[in-house]
Nanobody, 119 residues
């Protein structure tokens, strides 16, 4: 059974920092591309940051220079370090795992963790 378990969401003041974690089980983590998506109230889910199985990263323009995604294959965990947080970063943050093989494309989602940026 595949599980993606996010943690680290909290209420933080503008300008503060948080680190989100997503612990994966039931998948071949090292072969999976990992992405942090986010969904603000009343808005569509959007990509925040992604990291490939090979370690290449990509970021939404809105978070470049403030957020850093990383992975630890030994711990089957992906992280999102968020600095200089803004009220518009308020959202539910979801962990996504995707593995593409010759026979299938497997996609999994976590349950989400709430990040609220407010004074």
């Amino acid at each position: 059974q595949v599980q993606l378990l996010e943690s680290g969401g909290d209420l933080v003041q503008p300008g503060g920092s948080l680190r989100l974690s997503c612990a994966a089980s039931g998948i071949i983590f090292s072969l999976s591309n990992m992405v942090w998506y986010r969904q603000a109230p009343g808005k569509q889910r959007e990509l925040g940051a992604g990291i490939s199985s090979g370690g290449r990263t990509n970021y939404a323009d809105s978070v470049k220079g403030r957020f850093t995604i990383s992975r630890d294959n030994a711990k089957n965990t992906v992280y999102l370090q968020m600095n200089s947080l803004k009220p518009e970063d308020t959202a539910v943050y979801y962990c996504n795992a995707k593995r593409v093989s010759r026979s299938s494309i497997d996609v999994y989602w976590g349950q989400g963790t709430q990040v609220t940026v407010s004074s």
